[in-house]
């Protein structure tokens, strides 16, 4: 079974300022990773796929990188709207598996 | 719009049964896989389970195997979870999404308390 772990558990950032996630998987997950973004009483709103690829309308500022182990998740520019709680997720192998999640808050 | 809404949570006592449900719109629910996660308060998220568009396939996580049972009506554009045997380790809001991999849309949930 594949665990995915997040850092930092909380990253306080400025709005305007650039914020860098980081998973690492247990094993390789080839590019199968996702990641996304879940707001206090929301669903979870799925912001990239295949370690880099935005889903739809999701802005330019959001990015990722990475494949088999370490992955990253940049937010170029934060704004008001991206204080949240983001999840990485892969999807190599059953069962899937979420990270703990780092919440990204205003400094 | 895609839109998923949940049904079903509530107060259950331990060893009791309920069941989940799920409408899907905006999307052609009988094309996509279906899954299950669920979120405990102050804990992770796990996937509980995943259907196959026409219900022939279904996989479990360990730790509902056996208790929990995933379906579908795609008449109805309906997923379901009927969960036995509740434990209050399954004490979680459960969301449905559109997917058995990286889903694009999920619902806000519904919440499932195992306690007497």
């Known amino acids: 079974e594949i665990v995915m772990t997040q850092s930092p558990a909380t990253l306080s950032v400025s709005p305007g300022e650039r914020a860098t996630l980081s998973c690492r998987a247990s094993?390789?997950?080839?590019?199968?990773l996702a990641w996304y973004q879940q707001k206090p009483g929301q669903g979870l709103r799925l912001l990239i796929k295949?370690?880099?690829t935005r889903a739809a309308g999701i802005p330019a500022r959001f990015s990722g990188s990475g494949s088999g182990t370490d992955f990253t998740l940049t937010i170029s520019s934060l704004q008001a709207e991206d204080f949240a709680v983001y999840y990485c997720?892969?999807?190599?192998?059953?069962?899937?598996?979420f990270g703990g999640g780092t919440k990204v808050e205003i400094k | 719009e895609v839109q998923l809404v949940e049904s079903g949570g509530g107060l259950v006592q331990p060893g009791g049964s309920l069941t989940l449900s799920c409408v899907g719109s905006?999307?052609?629910?009988?094309?996509?896989?279906m899954s299950w996660v669920r979120q405990a308060p102050g804990r992770g998220l796990e996937w509980v389970a995943y259907?196959?568009?026409?219900?022939?396939?279904?996989h479990y996580v360990d730790s509902v195997r056996g208790r929990f049972t995933i379906s579908r009506d795609n008449a109805e554009n309906s997923l379901y979870l009927q969960m036995n045997g509740l434990r209050a380790d399954d004490t979680a809001f459960y969301h449905c999404?559109?997917?058995?991999?990286?889903?694009?849309?999920w619902g806000q949930g519904t919440l499932v308390t195992v306690s007497s």
């Open positions: 999404g559109n997917g058995g991999w990286a889903p694009d849309a």
């Open positions: 905006g999307f052609t629910f009988s094309n996509s896989w």
């Open positions: 259907i196959k568009p026409d219900g022939t396939e279904k």
């Open positions: 094993q390789s997950v080839s590019s199968n």
């Open positions: 295949g370690a880099s």
């Open positions: 997720q892969q999807y190599n192998n059953w069962p899937r598996a």
